[in-house]
């Protein structure tokens, strides 16, 4: 079967990031875990939890995640975003963002919410819950927000259709205390494209990062209204960011999706890599030139992006692989499943994101509109993680034990695909 190749921001699968949360409530069906579940147990232990991802983890079975705070209807299970201390050293101790805007809630008591976790996912804790004030479920709250963890863990950045924030958990409460980070307004001409949004409003803030030393802030901004604009801060004797300056504009319309530095662990890092609804972009951050990655194929919205052992790449038609300095080389070869229904294969792909365990980079995982895909030859070839609930899936993390945590509309799941004892025994289809 053909596919039309259409990827703008307005059309096709890019615009799946832009539907309301009510849409997709109307459309997520409830898919049923083909494993055995966790029910939730507000009086189970932290401990218990942990024992019993271990216990389905060594028995080769999947293992949904129900600890995560809200009123656990759609879509408050989804993990949006993961984020680590750039200063710390365990891999497994991570951060996650989540929105709890079923239609079912008010809409006053509706929430944002940054949790903890020490285990790599098994387990969470609620660290701060953010209220409506600062975001709008209205016009695709929860589909793409950015989430940054400050050095020490001090604060965090996130960014809404409000703009961006940094938010300060409070010892002994969950409502912390939250700063706006100034950034554009709209303006009073007439944008280029329809929005939902009036003269003055804020301007959607979207992709976000941080030097690894805490002391600059960089901040996209930009929905559907072609107009891009990149936005650095530096920190004042309050710790607040202050604007510092407009980076050279993109040479783009399209709107941001996902950024990276090309070392994030380095406090001046050189280059900054940028996503948009169209292409990879590379900002040589000292002499302020835009130019283009070389090898990604026409109108493809780049989701999401990893840096370990080379560029790699999550986009509307496909997944990149790096092929050299300022190159990568669509995966033109892997059996995705495109129709679960008749189990045709090809190799375009809706991919939201690729991770690479840093401590094993031969491996792989993406996550798609049609599932999780693992490779463990550095991308040549992947399987399909049948044994998931159907679904679209959006994030995953790599632990230090090589366990994967999933997260989509489905829910928040560990996996653990790369297991010498579980790899025969994942179910393929028809098998």
Not at 19 to 46: E, G, K, M
Not at 73 to 90: G, L, Q, R, T, Y
Not at 155 to 172: H, M, S
Not at 196 to 212: F, L, Q, S, Y
């Amino acid at each position: 079967m053909a596919q039309t190749r259409t990827c703008r921001s307005a059309l096709s699968c890019f615009l799946l990031v832009a539907v309301p949360v009510a849409a997709w409530q109307t459309a997520q069906s409830q898919s049923v875990l083909p494993n055995r579940p966790l029910t939730a147990d507000s009086s189970s232990s932290s401990q218990l939890r942990e024992e019993q991802a271990k216990e389905d983890m060594d028995s080769c079975r999947i293992h949904q995640i129900t600890s995560l705070p809200g009123s656990h209807k759609f879509p408050s299970e989804f993990i949006e975003a993961v984020a680590s201390d750039p200063n710390a050293n365990d891999p497994d101790k991570i951060w996650g963002l989540t929105t709890d805007t079923n239609t079912q809630i008010p809409a006053q008591n509706r929430a944002m919410y940054i949790s903890k976790s020490t285990d790599g996912g098994a387990t969470w804790a609620q660290v701060a819950r953010i209220d409506s004030r600062y975001f709008d479920a209205e016009i695709g709250e929860g589909l793409r927000n950015g989430f940054i963890v400050s050095p020490g863990a001090t604060y965090f950045v996130i960014t809404t259709q409000r703009g961006a924030f940094q938010v300060f958990p409070q010892q002994g409460t969950s409502e912390p205390s939250i700063k706006s980070i100034v950034g554009p307004r709209v303006p009073t001409t007439p944008p280029k494209m329809p929005i939902t949004k009036k003269p003055g409003d804020p301007v959607r803030a979207n992709i976000v990062e941080m030097t690894g030393d805490g002391k600059q802030l960089i901040i996209g901004y930009g929905y559907f209204d072609r107009d891009p604009k990149i936005l650095t801060y530096s920190r004042d004797g309050n710790g607040s960011w202050i604007e510092d300056q407009f980076l050279p504009r993109p040479p783009t319309d399209m709107d941001l999706l996902s950024i990276e530095f090309d070392n994030p662990r380095n406090p001046n890092p050189g280059y900054l890599y940028v996503g948009t609804g169209d292409q990879v972009y590379l900002l040589n951050r000292r002499t302020g030139e835009w130019s283009r990655i070389h090898g990604v194929g026409p109108d493809s919205a780049i989701h999401g992006m990893s840096v370990v052992g080379g560029l790699h790449l999550a986009a509307c038609w496909g997944i990149y692989n790096p092929a050299g300095p300022g190159i990568v080389r669509r995966v033109t070869e892997a059996k995705f499943l495109l129709h679960r229904t008749s189990d045709e294969a090809g190799s375009n792909l809706r991919a939201y994101s690729i991770e690479v365990d840093p401590r094993r980079t031969n491996r792989e995982v993406v996550t798609s509109i049609t599932g999780v895909y693992t490779s463990q030859d550095k991308g040549e070839t992947w399987r399909r993680l049948n044994d998931l609930p159907e679904g679209e899936y959006r994030l995953a993390h790599f632990n230090s034990d090589g366990t994967i945590l999933v997260s989509g509309m489905p829910g928040t799941f560990l996996v653990n695909p790369f297991s010498e004892t579980c790899f025969p025994r994942l179910k393929t289809r028809g098998k």
